[in-house]
């Protein structure tokens, strides 16, 4: 496949986990094998929805644009002239090396950080506070007040966060083997971040941002966070982006797989496309970034 660019058609409790409330030019396959990709993709790439082809329809209202994006800590670029596009109703792998911009991104969807230059929309709306009751937010490392158990997290949430759905989250939280009278206070890493999980997914909004949400935990409980994902996720259609270095666990997930390097896009397609052409997305990743 070869496309012309990249235009795919409470650490602080909860604040920024949620969207409002107080918790809150592709190489070819040859160049790519033998001489690696270039450092970053000049132009924009479209991933169509599937189905589809590119084309006025397919990218007139993408999930999230960000046209000529640059923003700057410093000397430091975090994100370099990135130009993206991704369709509506696809799980996308948001992947890369730390300081590739993944987390920087997912900040400017929310609003949390603004671009020097160009223009980001998410939903066909500028992020902020409007846009983000329709999204979910899981931030990296995100944790949940100690005082509480899980019941009265689920409790909290139906109060306070658009389209959460108490049924869904009692669901998962069975599926994830969660006590609902165990407060965060005594939770393994593991099972704080499945309860994090639940109270992202378990809404009703077309828009989920999940940054790392399998950094640091066991196996065992990443494998359950990935088949609720998978059974939750299947329901209906979203729009999940999910950054992540376990590839090999979430490569199931994905639809269609961006790579970031240097705050640009290097790498993007549908990810049976990919697979096809350049194997496995660790093995894809692997070739990117060696040397």
Known sequence: MTTNSSDFGPTNPPASMNSVGPPAGVPDSAAFRSAGPPARMPDPAVVPPTGQSAGPGAESEPAVSLQGVTKRYGDKYAIRDMNLKLPRGRVVGVLGPNGSGKSTMFRMLMGLSRPDVGEVKVLGRNPGWEANGSIAYL?????????????????????????????SALRLAKF????????????????EARLMLILCIARSVPLFLLDEPFSGIDVMSRERIIEGLI????????TVLISTHEIQEAESLFD???????????????????????????????KLYRG
């Open 139 to 167: 931030p990296d490392r995100a944790r949940w007040y100690a005082d509480h158990t899980v019941m009265r997290a689920f409790t909290w949430a139906q109060s306070l966060l658009p389209g959460f759905n108490l049924d």
């Open 176 to 191: 994830m083997n969660i006590d609902l009278d165990m407060r965060a206070s005594a939770m393994s890493r593991g099972q």
């Open 231 to 238: 059974e939750h996720m299947s329901e209906s259609e979203r």
């Open 256 to 286: 269609t797989v961006v790579f970031l390097q240097d705050g640009g896009v290097v790498l993007a397609g549908d990810a049976d496309e990919l697979r096809a052409e350049y194997g496995s997305m660790y093995a894809t990743m692997q």
